[in-house]
């Protein structure tokens, strides 16, 4: 594989706080007039809805029918000729990814054989990749408050399992992704500064 350049990715359990820090990341590029573009997997396009309606329970599938979805939506997201995340890099941006195959490997192989999971991502690697360490407990706590139906993986134990799969894919990555692990536990403004305090040190 290789390391897509300019490439920063955001990971964590549903509920870790990567929507926010993204965000916030996005306003001080905006700010600092950075070039930049803002993603999300799945992403709104046709198969990321799809995976969508499956996560909100309105579909259903099987596990695996599932994580071949997602590496096809991963597919187009990277390679689309009109919006893909590879060009979007050739013209200069900065591309910030809410998710990226580290949640397929560490969601999906809950149920799924892990090298499946694998070999149906086998998509270049970002160069920086954040992973938002927020206990389980903390997770479920933010998903109750945010008052909407639970999401297909949104339980407990699922998402432990999730924790420990994330935490063995982060201790074999490909070398030249930077890795910056951050404890959920803190503030948004803490958090915030130790991303954009880590990003900084790479002229970022």
Known sequence: MSILKSFIVFEGLDGAGTTTQIRNL?????????????TAE????PIGQLIRKILQKKVVTTPEA???LYAADRSDHLYNPSYGIARLIDEGRIVLSDRYFYSSIAYQSVEC??????????????????????PVEDCMRRIDKRGEEKELFDRAEYLAAVRENYLEELGRLESGVNLLVVDGRKSIEE???EIRSYLSSFSL
């Open 191 to 193: 958090t915030e500064k």
């Open 113 to 134: 054989d892990r090298s499946l999971i694998r070999t149906v991502n086998s998509f270049p690697s970002p160069e920086f990749l954040i992973f938002i360490d927020t």
């Open 26 to 38: 996005a306003r001080y590029y905006e700010f600092n007039r950075r070039p930049y573009s803002i």
């Open 66 to 68: 599932l994580a071949m």
């Open 42 to 45: 799945p992403t709104g396009n």
